[in-house]
Nanobody, 126 residues
Framework: QLQLVESGGGLVQPGGSLRLSCAASGFTLDYYAIGWFRQAPGKEREGVVCISSSGGSTAYADSVKGRFTISRDNAKNTVYLQMNSLKPEDTAVYYC???????????????????WGQGTQVTVSS
């Protein structure tokens, strides 16, 4: 059964760090680009960052550039999101999703992603 499961969220003070994990099962992770998205209360879901199937290219939202880093460990079937210098505006439910097609660079459209995880809550507050 194809599945993505996020973990690692929590409550952190402004300026702190968290590392999110996206564990994949039921498919070959290294065939697919993986994206992280987030949805804050009352707001639409937005793309945060994506990593290509090869891991050779990434695409970051301007709001997280220089603070967040995506990586993948295909041997562990896991994609990570290291979040540093967190801000209150980073508070959201974070989701990971896989490209609907294999062996691509990061898709531009959210509709090109599927198999969404259940999400993990990140709260940045003092």
């Amino acid at each position: 059964q194809l599945q993505l499961v996020e973990s690692g969220g929590g409550l952190v003070q402004p300026g702190g760090s968290l590392r999110l994990s996206c564990a994949a099962s039921g498919f070959t992770l290294d065939y697919y680009a993986i994206g992280w998205f987030r949805q804050a209360p009352g707001k639409e879901r937005e793309g945060v960052v994506c990593i290509s199937s090869s891991g050779g290219s990434t695409a970051y939202a301007d709001s997280v550039k220089g603070r967040f880093t995506i990586s993948r460990d295909n041997a562990k079937n896991t994609v990570y999101l290291q979040m540093n210098s967190l801000k209150p505006e980073d508070t959201a439910v974070y989701y990971c999703a896989k490209d609907t097609r294999p062996f691509r660079q990061c898709p531009r459209e959210e509709t090109d992603f599927g198999s969404w995880g259940q999400g993990t809550q990140v709260t940045v507050s003092s």
